[in-house]
């Protein structure tokens, strides 16, 4: 590129697509060392680029849900579930998010949304499991409650 295209702001396509998925993968490795802070940096530059990009938003809320930033994280799923409705990773972490907050309500409408549409494969299947779980202990409250799950996916 350039020097003249750099300074008026100009980047081949290809170039910015590069740099917003390095911002993703930085933001995927800089939670794997813990540093959520700088991962949500990451994550929030990666989505200036691509602002509906529901991989990002996800892993936003889950990097929320992990430091306490709950509120956060709600706002982060239901901004991708603006995006997709049939989300389900979103489903599920927002409904034991809206748990957590003691609204059962909630937490009830998005375990249903999830399980109408539940992901496929091995490692789903425990996630589909204790949704079930859930969603039973909150629609008849005399079931023994289910163990406890992390809610990040």
Do not use: C
Not at 84 to 99: E, I, N, Q, T, V
């Amino acid at each position: 590129m350039s020097w003249l295209s750099r300074f008026f702001g100009g980047k081949p396509t290809t170039e910015r697509k590069t740099q917003r998925l390095d911002y993703l993968n930085e933001a995927l490795v800089l939670e794997r060392q813990g540093d959520y802070d700088a991962a949500l940096t990451s994550y929030r530059l990666a989505l200036r680029d691509q602002p509906n990009d529901l991989k990002v938003l996800q892993n936003m809320a889950i990097a929320f849900s992990r430091i306490g930033r709950l509120d956060e994280a709600v706002r982060a799923y239901r901004k991708a579930l603006e995006i997709d409705p049939r989300l389900s990773g979103a489903h599920y972490g927002l409904a034991f998010l809206l748990l957590k907050r003691g609204e059962s309500d909630g937490a009830t409408k998005h375990l249903q949304a999830f399980l109408a549409d539940p992901p496929s494969g091995d490692e789903a299947e425990r996630w589909v499991h204790h949704a079930q779980t859930t969603l039973e202990q909150l629609q008849n409250p005399a079931a023994p409650a289910p163990p406890e799950q992390r809610t990040e996916s």
